[in-house]
């Protein structure tokens, strides 16, 4: 079981470019996030998906759309890439969006140049 | 709006000693706390939990206390080893079922 796994681990892209991110959980999670983390401003919340068929927004969408087509798969676009997308973004699922906690995958930093 | 404020952005123990690190929240309407643990190079690591309806939760060598009169959150790691050297993160569950996180406490300990 390998829990959650995101790809790639790194990646150089040069501004104007399209990128997916890609994460997979295998625990049957309903719920899907993701985060960017950038120095000094801990995690913030992207985007989310509380079930299969359903996302939202969270606290900084802009530049990055998602989609959740099954349970396991919960892709990152950025459509255009921009320097300020520079960043470490981490995909999290969690049984539901309720009280339980999140479990991380291991992040895919991104530098756009 | 929903906020986490951390009390200290660094700390720096003994190894052997308690390690104390404190989280503040603004919203009184919030029902879940967690911290978690981050090394360098990894995703966040889930350290324990708890619900609004208790002030306090014991896992193995840590403690976490949770005083809703004044929004604060605390983290206690009893007898921090090396291996205990990282980044602490408190959260709440925010509105969306998010986790709002705070900014991080780095903690390192000394041999």
């Known amino acids: 079981i390998a829990g959650i796994t995101q790809a790639p681990t790194s990646q150089i892209l040069a501004a104007g470019r399209r990128m997916t991110l890609r994460c997979t959980q295998d625990?049957?999670?309903?719920?899907m996030y993701w985060y960017r983390q950038d120095l000094g401003l801990g995690l913030r919340l992207i985007h989310y998906?509380?079930?299969?068929?359903?996302?939202g927004k969270g606290e900084v969408p802009d530049g990055y759309s998602v989609s959740r087509a099954n349970t396991d798969d919960f892709p990152l676009t950025l459509a255009s890439a921009v320097p300020s997308q520079t960043s470490v973004y981490f995909c999290?699922?969690?049984?539901?969006?309720?009280?339980?906690?999140?479990?991380f995958g291991p992040g895919t930093r991104l530098t756009v140049t | 709006g929903e906020s986490v404020g951390l009390h200290l952005p660094t700390l720096s123990v003994q190894e052997g000693d308690n390690s104390i690190i404190n989280c503040a929240y603004s919203?009184?309407?919030?029902?879940?706390f967690i911290w978690y643990k981050q090394e360098s190079g990894k995703g966040p690591q889930f350290i324990i939990d708890?619900?609004?309806?208790?002030d306090k939760r014991q896992g193995q060598r840590v403690t976490v206390l949770l005083n809703k009169t004044v929004k604060h959150l605390s983290l206690q790691i009893a007898a921090t080893q090396p291996g205990d050297s990282a980044v602490y993160f408190c959260?709440?569950?925010?509105?969306?079922?998010?986790?709002?996180f705070g900014k991080g406490t780095k903690l390192s300990v000394k041999p």
């Open positions: 998906s509380n079930t299969a068929g359903t996302t």
């Open positions: 999290a699922s969690s049984p539901s969006g309720g009280l339980y906690e999140q479990y």
């Open positions: 708890i619900r609004s309806n208790m």
């Open positions: 919203n009184s309407a919030s029902d879940y």
């Open positions: 625990m049957r999670h309903n719920a």
């Open positions: 959260a709440i569950r925010g509105s969306q079922g998010n986790l709002i």
